[in-house]
């Protein structure tokens, strides 16, 4: 959310797909699609990918889902629970096998171990320009802070580190780093 408020204050029209969380977003400039799943998010992402000239994957989305989705509440019973999951489709990867030209893509990467190692293989599999690596190595940083740092790659092999700042902050490098990306293409 803190993307798509820098983006719009920037002056972008963003369309922003979101799941189900409680925060809200009020900006003239952009416009909200809800979603509750993933494969939700990916219809709508897609849908919308065409149009777009920079497209960025921030959403944490599952890598996988269950086979049987049920509705309601489970019952306790005598027997072991067994939930057999599925691999969920990879909007980053999907996206980026039909990138039209001049587009730009920024995908985000939570990695636990060869942080950067792991991000770059990304980086280079789903045809992204940019990823945004979230360390949870840090107090303070990733999920339920209002705060967090990351690294930044782009496929030139630039690598960018951000210090422990306020969300806003970060999302203001990410954009930073974005318009320098798209400067650098249009002087080629």
Known sequence: MALARVAAESGAHVTLVLGPVSQQIAHPSVSVIRVESAAEMYEKTLAGSDEADIIILAAAVSDFTPEEPVRGKIKR???????????????????????????????FALETENEKEHAREKLARKNLDMIV???????????????????????????????????????????????GWISQQEEK
Do not use: C
Request: glycine share 14%; aromatic share 2%; proline share 6%.
């Open 77 to 107: 019973g005598t027997a072991p629970l067994v939930i057999r999951l599925k691999p969920t489709v990879d909007i980053a990867a999907a996206i980026g096998r039909k990138k039209k030209p001049g587009q730009v893509l920024v995908g």
């Open 133 to 179: 690596l979230n360390s949870l190595a840090e107090p303070g940083a990733g999920f339920g802070y209002d705060t967090n740092r990351v690294t930044i790659l782009d496929r030139l092999g630039h690598v960018t580190e951000t210090g422990l700042k306020p969300k806003i902050g970060i999302a203001g490098d990410i954009m930073e780093k974005i318009s």
